[in-house]
Structures are given as C-alpha cells and as structure tokens.
C-alpha cells in the first residue's frame, strides 16, 4: 500500500518561513506529484505540482514565494514556503498521481501563519 506522510507544518508569523516535506513509500510509477491546501470553509486548491521530469507549476498566489522540489534518493518531494501571508492559512496535502494505481493523498499538515 503506498502512504504519503507531511511533516512539516506548524505556526509562524507573517514573513516567516516553512518547510514542507512528503516521504513516499515508493516512487515506483509516479506520474506527477505536488501539493494542495484547503482553509477552513474553502474547496482544496492546488499549490504547486512537479513532473518527474521537474517540470513545475505554481499557483499565482504563490509564485515567487514557494518553491516546490524533489530528492528523488530519499523519495521526498518539499515546498518551501517563503514571505507566508494569514491567507496561506490551511491544511497542506501531499499528491501523487501513479500511472496503476491512480490518485493518493497524504494525511495532511496544518501550516497557520499568525498577522
């Protein structure tokens, strides 16, 4: 069974920093990863997302903030997050796309950035 496990998260002021990290049990077929949020009341959104060929993406809230990468020897993708503002308040999850068996999602790390 693959597991997808957030560390990371926690409480910091406006202007600080995080970093994020998801081990993956196996890489093994993985197609795409990256990472959502959702705050409280709102849909989950994408955050960044990384090909296996490092390709990324960024939400335009973020850009220029995040960084979004992958250690392909630990099988551990990161965001590091920079400049967080209150409204990147929210549960952050990790994804991953596997070419067998589909879509996963890890448990989740709460990231609260206080004004």
């Known amino acids: 069974q693959v597991q997808l496990v957030e560390s990371g998260g926690g409480l910091v002021q406006a202007g600080g920093s995080l970093r994020l990290s998801c081990v993956f049990s196996?890489?093994?077929?993985?197609?795409?990863m990256g990472w959502y949020r959702q705050a409280p009341g709102k849909q989950r959104e994408l955050v960044a997302t990384?090909?296996?060929?490092?390709?990324?993406n960024y939400a335009d809230s973020v850009k220029g903030r995040f960084t979004i990468s992958r250690d392909n020897a630990k099988n551990t993708m990161y965001l590091q997050m920079n400049s967080l503002k209150p409204e990147d308040t929210a549960v952050y999850y990790c994804?991953?796309?596997?070419?067998?068996?589909?879509?996963?999602w890890g448990q989740g790390t709460q990231v609260t950035v206080s004004s």
């Open positions: 994804n991953a796309v596997f070419i067998a068996l589909g879509e996963r």
């Open positions: 990384i090909t296996t060929g490092s390709t990324t």
């Open positions: 196996t890489t093994f077929g993985i197609k795409a």
